[in-house]
T-cell receptor, first 117, second 108 residues
Framework: GAVVSQHPSWVICKSGTSVKIECRSL??????MFWYRQFPKQSLMLMAT?????????EQGVEKDKFLINHASLTLSTLTVTSAHPEDSSFYIC?????????????FGPGTRLTVL | KNEVEQSPQNLTAQEGEFITINCSYSVGISALHWLQQHPGGGIVSLFMLSSGKKKHGRLIATINIQEKHSSLHITASHPRDSAVYIC??????????FGTGTLLAVQP
């Protein structure tokens, strides 16, 4: 099956620093990658959608200058949390979409737990 | 009212029991996903279906498009099935809308 990896799986950083999270589709080329955020005991919230070589589309209320998304290739997307603050502490999940029989199926990464001190 | 509703929110079962988790939605969809999230956080896609029924091992998923309803069944439940089960629908705009999840605990 299709595998999506994320790195790192967890990160602890100081307030004010920037953190980069990588999302890779390991055995397929992803037409689109998605970034989600999940707070404890809540469901996933879509942050942005990114296509290779173009600017990401951010959901309402998500600051594009705060959460920088780069989609450099069909197998790699990165999310950079800039000037992180404790309220940015969350579980970040990416997913990658692949076209299967005219349907875009999404495969999820294992997530990255960010803790900002 | 959420566009995707799951029930129950919490479910405790004894090992071996037959389990059903329900999902109702109010939007037009192209497909529905059932996902499993373990305490570590990683999400595994169990099923993607747009009609009828699918079976994988002890898991069965059904969908009724007319009634906008889907069910996930687990037969002969086991403690390792303990996880959060999430229903997500793919809107006609291609966005995924997630339910709030059902926390399942299977006791030995």
């Amino acid at each position: 099956g299709a595998v999506v990896s994320q790195h790192p799986s967890w990160v602890i950083c100081k307030s004010g620093t920037s953190v980069k999270i990588e999302c890779r589709s390991l055995d397929f080329q992803a037409t689109t990658m998605f970034w989600y955020r999940q707070f404890p005991k809540q469901s996933l919230m879509l942050m942005a959608t990114s296509n290779e070589g173009s600017k990401a589309t951010y959901e309402q209320g998500v600051e594009k200058d705060k959460f920088l998304i780069n989609h450099a290739s069909l197998t790699l997307s990165t999310l950079t949390v800039t000037s992180a603050h404790p309220e940015d502490s969350s579980f970040y999940i990416c997913s990658a979409s692949r076209l299967i029989s005219s349907y875009n199926e999404q495969f999820f990464g294992p997530g990255t737990r960010l803790t900002v001190l | 009212k959420n566009e995707v509703e799951q029930s129950p929110q919490n479910l405790t079962a004894q090992e071996g029991e037959f389990i059903t988790i329900n999902c109702s939605y109010s939007v037009g969809i192209s497909a529905l996903h059932w996902l499993q999230q373990h305490p570590g956080g990683g999400i595994v896609s169990l099923f993607m279906l747009s009609s009828g029924k699918k079976k994988h091992g002890r898991l069965i998923a059904t969908i009724n498009i007319q009634e906008k309803h889907s069910s996930l069944h687990i037969t002969a439940s086991h403690p390792r099935d303990s996880a959060v089960y999430i229903c997500a629908v793919k809107e006609l705009t291609n966005k995924l809308i997630f339910g709030t999840g059902t926390l399942l605990a299977v006791q030995p």
